[in-house]
């Protein structure tokens, strides 16, 4: 605001020091005589005509400024896009001991285990017997350390984990419950032994899966 004050009043200045000059050259040199101007009048003029200069110029600059700001707006509206795209929010498990009972979860309704189930970690969970179909996928049954009878149902492939499972493998997953199911033709033809056909499972959604040999 200063600044423009300031502005106008040098504009103002050297406006009326022109109109003086101009004049003073005229009657001089070219012998015209003009009517004489009031000063107070000069300087009105000489103040208006400043003002238009820098609200000219102060218009000029804003729509500048504006079409800079747009395209710095722009610019950052794109950066933000791609980290949005790029940044995954980290997910956070909880532990299944502390949500369910590991006895009585199987006897549960699939609308509870649905609205617990989400975002869980099985931990240290032992394998009970696991196969491989034609596909590639494992499907491992696990069961958690009290609870022996409480089956969880995993079915993967190599690109959640690539290495070895044995029945002394201690499994970590993490992911989300999707219901329960029985086993069933499919888990039997994979390798886990008929005994365990029509029991009853948990089964997960993985995520990611850890297995310790």
Same mark, same amino acid.
């Given at each position: 605001m200063i600044y423009d004050i300031s502005v106008i009043t040098m504009l103002a200045l #050297? @406006? #009326? /020091? #022109?109109v003086v000059l101009i004049r003073w050259i005229l009657k001089k040199f070219f012998k015209i005589n003009i009517p004489n101007l009031s000063r107070i009048r000069i300087v009105v003029v000489s103040l208006l005509s400043g003002l238009l200069i820098v609200g000219l110029g102060y218009q000029f600059r804003t729509s500048a400024q504006k079409r800079m700001d747009e395209q710095s707006e722009s610019k950052a509206a794109i950066e933000s896009s791609k980290k949005a795209r790029t940044k995954k929010p980290k997910q956070q498990y909880k532990n299944i001991e502390t949500i369910f009972n590991?006895? /009585?979860i199987k006897y549960l309704s699939n609308r509870r285990i649905f609205a617990k189930g989400a975002g869980v970690v099985l931990r240290n969970f032992k394998v009970i017997d696991f196969g491989a179909d034609k596909m590639k996928q494992y499907h491992v049954l696990i069961a958690p350390k009290n609870a022996s009878h409480t089956y969880f149902l995993l079915v993967f492939g190599d690109d959640l984990y690539k290495g070895r499972i044995?029945?002394? /493998?201690?499994?970590?997953? #993490?992911? /989300? @419950?999707n219901g329960k199911s029985r086993i069933n033709d499919s888990q039997i033809n994979s390798g886990i032994a008929q005994r365990y056909a029509g029991k009853r499972v948990i089964l997960v959604l993985i995520d990611k899966i850890q297995v310790k040999n």
């Open positions: #050297f @406006l #009326f /020091s #022109f590991m006895h /009585s044995t029945y002394d /493998s201690r499994i970590t997953v #993490f992911g /989300s @419950l």
